[in-house]
């Protein structure tokens, strides 16, 4: 299997979750799936250790090699389907250099590394749109908010972020501004007591966390 620099990272998570076992693929999976890997080699690897540890088998060379085959290794069947290429890749890694013990510092890269190679496509679909519409109007706006929402959406969704449009957000900031035209400033927030503080920052606003700060010695308690 050739590597180029970019997926060192990737061969250091798979060495790692290879050693370690279900701790190291819990820890690597917080931060990137096998979706994030760009060698295939290593995307197999990777959703095969997922799955391994999902139904709660052990996770080594013999049985991952057989995930990736689309088999299953027990001590009545043995090896069925096994991938000899996968195997024979996973044995030089455990046998090499290879194997890394901070899998959360690898398993980070290899999610930058996705999140860049993402960017970089939605950017060339974006100028591919860009030189392919007709000049009609507003194309341009509309191509544009295309173009945000492609690449917002390459942000950490399948880590727990979300994303939306820019419209649905700029309407539904215009919803809150009228609402507080509205609503009598007392009713939006909760006085502090203290007249300087509420002066500039209105009184506290439900919901919101306030952090205070000030030089030693300068009335902060």
Known sequence: MSIDRTQVAEIEVIAACLADGA????????????TD??????????????????????????????AVGGGTWNLESGMTHLDQRI??????????????????????????????????????VGLDRCQEVDDVPDAADQVADTI????????????????????????SMLDEFKARKSTPIEQQYARTGIAALDEIIEGLRPGHLYLVGGASGHGKT
């Open 23 to 34: 701790h190291a693929i819990d820890a690597a999976s917080d931060y990137c799936d096998e």
């Open 37 to 66: 890997f760009a060698h295939p080699d290593a995307a197999a690897a990777m959703r095969a250790m997922r799955q391994l540890v999902a139904r709660g088998e052990p996770v080594d060379v013999v049985t991952v090699s057989c």
């Open 87 to 124: 195997m024979a890749w996973l044995a030089d890694l455990q046998s090499s250099a290879w194997g890394a013990r901070d899998v959360v510092h690898h398993a980070k890269r290899v999610r930058t590394a996705s999140r860049l190679r993402r960017l970089a496509s939605a950017c060339r």
């Open 148 to 171: 945000i929402e492609d690449v917002l959406r390459v942000g950490d969704a399948a880590k727990g972020a979300t994303s939306i449009a820019i419209t649905s957000a700029i309407r």
